[in-house]
């Protein structure tokens, strides 16, 4: 585009892989699809996705920013890449949908957008801000090792492993619900409400590690259940604990 320039596009759909760099911008006018990838790398550049929808196999924001409002990302299977100067932000009721959620930057909904992803891997930043009530679905693992921020209630579905540790802020805003087989929950973190919908969880990963830890509350749907006899690491529920059937 050329470094201070800008771009706005409506129904593009290039084979090309293309990088957006440093004081570039670029603006969707309608969908716009990026077969070959899309990276936006330099101080200063920007994607915004506004009300339409990026199709994009794969995403990289390396440095810079990208924003969707009632718009979406479709990144399909592949994974959406935030390096430690990326920054992502959903602010209306727009989604993204990928492959592996790669944070080490900031990615934050402000909005009551939603995201359908196959993992996630958080080095970095995961904030629900101002009025979101956003519900996440993960169909395999969630990690996070860094910070995740709840200033207003959110709602993540996971199938595969969890693991927290780092930062959980607010953990009164955070529902977290699982239904995987054969899945552990390892919280170095205390979180909120645990739900386990089906499936069977296992506390901790490693013999004597890291203890359950609730400050709010434990429900057991009929049919999931919840072991600590493998690896006894230990429980600690502050709420109530319901188990149907």
Do not use: R
């Not at 409506?10 to 990838?37: R, V």
């Not at 550049?45 to 920013?65: D, E």
């Not at 049919?223 to 319901?242: E, I, N």
Request: hydrophobic residues 35%; aromatic residues 4%.
């Amino acid at each position: 585009i050329g470094s201070g320039c800008g771009l706005t596009l409506s129904g593009m759909a290039t084979s090309i892989a293309h990088t957006i760099g440093a004081n570039e911008t670029l603006a969707l006018g309608g969908a716009a699809t990026f077969s070959s990838g899309l990276e936006v790398n330099g101080s200063g550049a920007s994607v915004a996705v506004g009300a339409n929808t990026l199709t994009v196999n794969p995403l990289k924001i390396t440095a810079g920013t990208v924003n969707v409002g009632t718009g979406s990302i479709q990144a399909g299977s592949s994974t959406l890449t935030l390096s430690s100067g990326g920054v992502l932000n959903v602010t209306g009721t727009g989604g993204v949908t990928a492959g592996t959620l790669s944070n080490a930057g900031s990615a934050t909904w402000s909005g009551k957008g939603t995201a359908t992803l196959a993992a996630v891997s958080n080095s970095g930043t995961i904030a629900f801000t101002t009025t979101a009530t956003p519900g996440w679905t993960v169909s395999g693992d969630f990690t996070s090792t860094e910070t995740i921020t709840n200033d207003v209630a959110n709602s993540i579905s996971v199938g595969g492993n969890l693991s927290v540790a780092g930062t959980f802020s607010t953990p009164g805003n955070s529902t977290i619900t699982m239904s995987g087989n054969g899945k552990t929950i390892d919280t170095a973190t205390q979180i909120w409400k645990l739900s386990l919908t089906g499936g069977t969880v296992t506390v901790g990963t490693t013999t004597g590690g890291n203890s359950l830890k609730l400050s709010s509350d434990l429900s057991i749907a009929s049919g999931a259940s919840l072991t600590d006899a493998t690896y006894d690491c230990g429980m600690a529920v502050a709420g109530a604990t319901t188990i149907d059937g």
